[in-house]
């Protein structure tokens, strides 16, 4: 499978590769500041000859930079190479309070809890979903929101009811992200369909209002 990986901006990249449990392609953020490094639920390429090359990059990369490396679990279903990434680098695993269980099991022990709102390295901080303990990511430096599930590329959607938590509409996932309509945002990298690169606060602002 091919590995797709496009540099958007200075110290923001996106990667795909193919998540073979859920034989689809998703995608992948790594992030660079003057203080961190922080790779959100990270995926390694399937295929000795593409890991490698992965390997070689993101160490290269950590070298280079010489600043703590972070990985960000999302939702625990996205916790895909973090165990191996964390084991290989060394770099911390931070994931959500409520979603520590869930993460142990498919990932191991977070060295970092986070709650809504809080200030994690690289200038990122989450937002909640309306998904239980799943958030979305707000990279400040770099005007871009990261999102795990709960919105869909290609064109921008929510998404689908049935993988909302019994109890949770459309309705009420709207209500929990409408603090997201007061950032500047400029993209909104989705883990599923195409990513929006420019326009993410109009695109956002369509969706979320009806």
Known sequence: MRVEVQRLAEGLWRWTAHHEEWDHEVGCVYVETDDAIVLVDPLVPAGPAQAERFWHHLENDMARAAVPAHVV??????????????????????????????????????????????????????YPSGRGPEVLLWLEHHRTLVAADVLLGAPLRLCPPSWLPAGRTHATVRAALAPLLDLPVERILTSHGEPVLEGGAGALAALLRG
């Open 73 to 126: 679990v999302c939702v625990h279903w996205h916790a895909r190479s973090a165990r191996e990434v964390v084991a290989r680098t060394g770099a911390r695993l931070w994931c959500s309070r409520r979603g520590r269980a869930a993460i142990v099991r498919r990932a191991g022990e977070p060295t970092d809890l986070f709650d809504p709102g809080d200030a994690l390295p690289g200038g990122v901080r989450p």
